[in-house]
């Protein structure tokens, strides 16, 4: 029997804010444990939470970014459950009333064409802190609360992905919907984006849905989908052999690529959920909704149309240049100092993303400016330099961060173009093989290639092989 | 009189040179010394420090310079330990002021102590008290009422000369009432929160005990305004002491709900209240009769709300980061049984209990979400009454302080001592209770005046008149006037 996926992830965002959700501790990473912690967020008695009103701007950006309404009112609710690294034995979210409802994100893959992911809501919370436990010769565990009070997002999907690939392919567009909008770095590596996903299978063309697992611990965009691939097969499996699907949670294991069972629906817990009495329903005004709308950047998707229409771009050229927005802020200035955008999206694409690849860095990285490269390209436009020479120019200005004038005048590449100066030496070389010369009158038009090769020999191959190659003909038939 | 004093005498006697801060902090040791031992109102006192700091005090003179004032010990005072009086907490020194240890100590108080309280706030005797039980100063084999029992005590036996407590049913105004002395709760959200550990949070307000309502009026002016740190906390026009305390009541109305003068009000208190209201009368005030039809759903719409948040507020006395650790635990979950178990006390643990059911996924909304939408009906009463009235005079208890034991095997009973506080905090509504006569037994009687959201000032107003015109409030107990 053919099968299908049904597939709905819970995706946690990290927001960009310089100090918590609740107190003012800082948000940076990589502190001593428990430094960057206050009474508010240690949960002491008697201490209460004031909302940052950046973690809600920076939401509602990310909100309407995935197409989502904002709610005129979310109201904040508690999630209560015990563990040492939830220091007041609730985590402060948001359930009944979320800030967000209602969006929606298109993916494209080759196989599936264009599709769209629904968003359920989105939701602001707290992130919990973090429990080390020592090593074997150390009984103890340790809390770090340096994390507690991070603002996060939750973003809840429909179950509209059929393909581990799609689920990669959301979380991708997901992570760089929320790197534009600048609500936040969503580094996986760094735990800035967490994605657990709900699936379950069911007979192709069936309309109900199967019994569904948890999947968590899916810390890259490579293992979301590899999890997924392998709980597909592992849930068809299952059902070949005639089992049940169990509702539970699973954990990836990285190492064995596969998931583990980590506990079962009753061992679920009731988090009693209730509104937080410490705090006031949050209300948009529709003056704010405005002013964060207004701050919108042009999001990937119109970018990507408007590439392809206003710099005549391929579909596929254009989507990797929007990938970040720094990306395509530094095509787009160098396309407008130049009059090749076709040309530096080449050079984009080709040498420098290569460059860019073999050190992974970023478009940040970059020591010369877009300006330079769109110098670089006028400069073999108006054939000052050949392509050849171009791309050690820009080796050289990747490596050392010079514009690509100083790089060609250092290096000696300017070509010789000047027409006079050019047919000296082609007399000259003429003069220095006539049997050659003879071969070119017998017809044997080939040979102009071995005198092309004697001028630029000469010139030290600073001689635009255009022209040298216009004036040897001319010149090779008045011999 | 001697060893008694209000806050206005204490400033009219430095003003004039009666009397020096340090000689005013030694009458209140004094006190102490003499009465502590049988009142045992505080978990702790700060003697030496109150007399060193009188010592240093310097001119100008601040709202409450050299004024001897103790503090409930569910407010947190950096540097000084606070236990809410339960061994979960003991030897808690928090690192942080209370926004009103702040505003206290900015107008120059001297700290005298911390009072005993039931543990968490949670209760009407300080008998739930995880240290001791606090006795009331008119018999010391009498409950002082609760939770703000030993502020309560300590401003009847002249230990200080005010106190601020907490009020999340009663809490305030309850124990003012058996001890004699004026209890005032604020509108919620017109004094921070902040540092007051929560036990419902929804429903807590701090708020000022006292000899005098003139003094309760004036504490409150130090205490209260918005706080940033609280966002429950009201940006509102700030409370005027001079509004409450200059005029007079003359064409005010008074609304007499029948639900609170019915069954199981003790005649002697229902007398007493009755003769207040003609004292109110006889200065100008209409009386009305009103109806709050739904005051008989308050303590079990109470019971729910309170718990509910409780057994939230104190999920983070869990052993893992200050306070009590059971020792010897296996693992983790044996570590939260145990530090729970032997931390908190039985009255604690019953209303985590009972409020955690209440949450419980299916049944959330047949108990916590009911009890929610009965609030809003038992907020509803009142405002239909304040379309009316002005303010709302009802007895503050139905009965005079009890004995110590008398109702601890019954908590049912314990929880119906609060029943004509209750709705005033669900409502979030100020109300103050004022001495209003004493039973054949020389007990005190408690009136409770409720008034309009932030407005503090009528209800101050008619106390305030009410006390121009009679003497209760300057009756001294047996046991400090000995």
Redesign the interface.
């Known amino acids: 029997m053919e099968y299908e996926a049904v597939i709905g992830l819970e995706v946690h965002a990290q927001l960009r804010t310089d100090s918590k959700i609740f107190c003012s501790c800082s948000t940076s990473f990589g502190a001593d444990p428990n430094t960057h912690t206050c009474?508010v967020c240690?949960?002491?008695?008697?201490?209460?939470?004031?909302?940052n009103e950046r973690v809600m701007e920076l939401a509602m950006k990310a909100s309407l970014a995935l197409n989502c309404t904002i709610n005129p009112m979310s109201v904040f609710a508690?999630k209560?459950y015990?563990y040492?690294d939830l220091?007041?034995?609730?985590q402060i979210s948001q359930y009944e009333l979320p800030l967000a409802e209602h969006g929606w994100i298109e993916i494209e893959t080759e196989e599936y064409g264009k599709r769209r992911v629904g968003i359920t809501r989105v939701h602001v919370e707290e992130d919990a802190g973090k429990n080390i436990h020592g090593g074997p010769d150390d009984p103890h565990?340790y809390?770090d609360l340096n994390r507690t009070g991070v603002p996060l997002i939750e973003i809840v999907s429909e179950p509209d992905i059929r393909h581990p690939e799609e689920a990669r392919l959301y979380m991708q567009k997901l992570r760089m919907i929320l790197r534009y909008v600048g609500a936040s770095n969503a580094d996986m590596e760094k735990g800035e984006l967490r994605c657990d996903a709900n699936i379950s299978i069911r007979p192709k063309g069936s309309t109900e849905l199967g019994v569904k697992t948890e999947i968590k611990n899916m810390n890259s965009f490579r293992h979301v989908q590899r999890a997924l691939e392998y709980e597909i097969e592992r849930q068809i499996e299952a059902v070949e052999a005639g089992e049940r699907i169990v509702q539970e949670t699973r954990l990836w294991n990285v190492e064995k690529g596969i998931t583990e069972s980590m506990r079962s629906k009753e061992e679920a817990h009731?988090y009693?959920?209730?509104p937080d009495?410490?705090?006031?329903p949050y209300v948009v005004s529709d003056e704010m909704l405005e002013r964060v709308r207004s701050e919108l950047p042009e999001l990937p998707d119109a970018k990507k149309e408007r590439f392809i229409e206003q710099y005549g771009l391929s579909s596929y050229d254009a989507s990797l240049l929007i990938s970040s927005r720094e990306m395509a802020d530094f095509f787009e200035e160098a396309a407008a100092a130049c009059s090749s955008p076709k040309a530096v999206s080449n050079w984009m694409l080709g040498d420098l993303a290569g460059h860019m690849n073999a050190d992974g860095a970023d478009i940040e990285d970059l020591r010369f400016s877009p300006k330079d490269l769109a110098r670089l390209v006028t400069l073999v436009d108006e054939g000052k330099i050949s392509g050849k020479q171009a791309k050690e120019v820009l080796t050289v200005m990747y490596r050392e961060g010079k514009d690509p004038d100083t790089v060609v005048k250092e290096k000696g590449m300017e070509q010789i173009s000047d027409e006079a100066a050019l047919i000296e030496v082609i007399k000259k070389v003429i003069a220095e093989n006539p049997t050659e010369v003879e071969k070119f009158k017998a017809g044997k038009k080939k040979v102009v290639g071995f005198f092309v090769g004697q001028v630029m020999r000469a010139t030290q191959n600073k001689a635009n092989p255009k022209v040298v190659n216009q004036l040897l003909v001319k010149l090779l038939e008045e011999a | 009189m001697d060893g008694f004093f209000t806050i206005s005498e204490a400033k009219a006697m430095f003003e004039k040179g009666e009397i020096s801060p340090a000689e005013l902090a030694s009458k209140v040791a004094e006190k102490i010394d003499k009465v502590e031992g049988k009142v045992k109102a505080f978990v702790n006192t700060y003697c030496d420090e109150m007399l060193d700091k009188a010592k240093g005090l310097k001119e100008p003179k601040t709202p409450l310079w050299g004024l001897p004032i103790a503090v409930k010990d569910n407010i947190c005072i950096k540097g000084k330990e606070t236990t809410c009086s339960s061994k979960i907490l003991k030897g808690f020194i928090p690192p942080y002021d209370a926004t009103v240890a702040e505003r206290l100590s900015a107008a120059g108080y001297l700290l005298v102590g911390k009072t005993n309280l039931d543990e968490f706030a949670m209760g009407s005797s300080t008998e739930n008290s995880g240290l001791f039980t606090t006795h009331n100063p008119w018999d010391l084999s009498r409950v002082p009422g609760g939770s703000s029992g030993g502020s309560a005590a300590a401003v009847a036996a002249g230990e200080c000369v005010a106190a601020v407590g907490s009020d999340t049913g009663g809490s305030i105004r309850q124990p003012a009432s058996f001890c004699g002395v004026v209890g005032l709760k604020p509108t919620y959200g017109r004094v921070s929160r902040f540092g007051l550990v929560a036990f419902a949070s929804s429903l807590d307000q701090i708020g000022p005990i006292t000899r005098t309502a003139y003094d309760a009026a004036y504490l409150l002016s130090v205490i209260g305004g918005h706080d940033p740190r609280d966002s429950t906390s009201a940006k509102v026009e700030p409370f005027s002491f001079e509004n409450a305390v200059k005029e007079g009541v003359k064409g005010l109305v008074v609304g007499i709900p029948k639900e609170y003068f019915s069954e199981g009000l003790d005649p002697e208190v229902k007398e007493k209240v009755e003769g207040a209201i003609s004292q109110l009368e006889d200065l100008g005030v209409r009386v009305e009769e009103i109806s709050l039809p739904h005051s008989p759903y308050g303590v079990a719409t109470y019971y729910l709300v309170a718990t509910a948040e409780a057994s939230s507020n104190l999920a983070r006395y869990d052993g893992v980061k200050y306070g009590y650790r059971a020792e010897g635990v296996k693992d983790l979950m044996e570590m939260y049984l145990e530090t729970r178990s032997k931390g908190f006390g039985d009255e604690v643990k019953r209303r985590i209990m009972l409020g955690t059911y209440a949450l419980s996924s299916g049944y959330y909304d047949a108990y916590y979400l009911k009890a929610q939408k009965v609030r809003t009906l038992i907020k509803r009463d009142f405002d239909k009454a304040f379309e009316t009235c002005d303010a709302i005079v009802t007895p503050t208890s139905p009965t005079p302080a009890f004995k110590i034991g008398e109702k601890m095997d019954d908590p049912l009973t314990m929880y119906l001592s609060d029943i004509y506080t209750i709705s005033v905090n669900l409502a979030g509504i100020p109300a103050v209770s004022i001495p209003c006569g004493f039973s054949s037994d020389n007990l005190p009687i408690g009136l409770q005046i409720i008034g309009r959201p932030f407005d503090e000032e009528t209800i101050l107003r008619l106390a305030h008149n009410y006390q121009m015109v009679t003497d209760h409030h300057t009756k001294i107990p047996p046991c400090g006037g000995e």
């Open positions: 009474p240690l949960g002491m008695p008697g201490v209460l939470p004031v909302l508690r209560n015990f040492p220091p007041k034995g609730y565990s809390v009731d009693r959920y209730f009495p410490d705090l006031v």
